[in-house]
């Protein structure tokens, strides 16, 4: 009788011991779990974002959603927080704005680069296929937006012409483009340039047999 009870106590002291040894892994993970947690950035809300980058991009509300096909009410929803939107939501809103979804996310979107110097990789890429613009530095926080541009043959800005607050400048270095400004036509070849106001209706396209490229400067920056 007294062996089975010593027996029974054995188990049972053994039993403790290992029950002591889950719950210290049990908190240990719990620990660790915790200060995982907290060595986590904080992640800026969308909405909050997204104001900060429709007024980056000097938009209201309602441009914002003329340009994306969203009604006015479901961005200023987002902003305020009242409305999480879906993954599709959110796209088709950026797509009203010149950069990518990835972009949209990016940290070192709404800041100033603190590069002084870009490789030819480096460059921004605002769009791509028939015209071809690479900027210098981020999307945006600019001032003047300093640009690599590349027409194909045939390509050009579409078929109405371009109006828009500021001024714009470009230099051909190869190729040739003809530029339209306020019904005035020429066609420059490298080496040549222009500088005009951009309220004044313009257009530019590549009738030539080769691509065109050149380099150009506009402010207040349209991208």
């Known amino acids: 009788m007294f062996s089975k009870t010593l027996n029974r106590l054995e188990k049972l002291l053994i039993f403790c011991a ?9 908190n240990t993970w719990r620990a660790c779990a915790m200060n995982s947690k907290n060595d986590r950035p904080q992640e800026e809300d969308i909405g909050a974002r997204l104001m900060r980058v429709r007024k980056a991009f000097g938009l209201s509300q ?7 096909g969203i009604a006015n009410a479901t961005i ?4 305020s927080g009242a409305l999480n939107p879906t993954v599709g939501t959110l796209r088709k809103i950026v797509s009203g704005l010149p950069m990518s979804l990835s972009t949209f996310f990016d940290d070192d979107t709404l800041s100033m680069d603190d590069k002084f110097f870009y490789a030819k990789g480096e460059l921004t890429e605002l769009s791509e296929g028939a015209v071809s613009y690479r900027q210098v530095g981020g999307p945006i926080g600019k001032a003047i937006q300093f640009m690599w541009e590349r027409y194909a043959p045939g390509g050009n800005t579409g078929r109405h012409n371009l109006t828009h607050e500021g001024e714009e400048c470009g230099f051909v270095i190869s190729g040739e483009l003809t530029v339209t400004v306020a019904g005035h036509t020429r066609t420059l070849r490298a080496g040549e340039a222009y500088y005009f106001k951009s309220d004044l209706p ?13 380099i150009t400067a506009c402010t207040p920056p349209t991208f």
């Not at 309602?62 to 994306?68: I, N, T």
């Not at 313009?202 to 065109?212: E, Q, R, T, Y």
Request: glycine share 4%.
């Open 18 to 26: 290992l029950l002591e040894k889950v719950f210290s892994i049990l």
């Open 62 to 68: 309602r441009q914002l959603s003329k340009k994306a």
């Open 76 to 79: 200023s929803q987002i902003e």
């Open 202 to 214: 313009h257009s530019f396209k590549n009738d030539g047999v080769v691509s065109c490229e050149l």
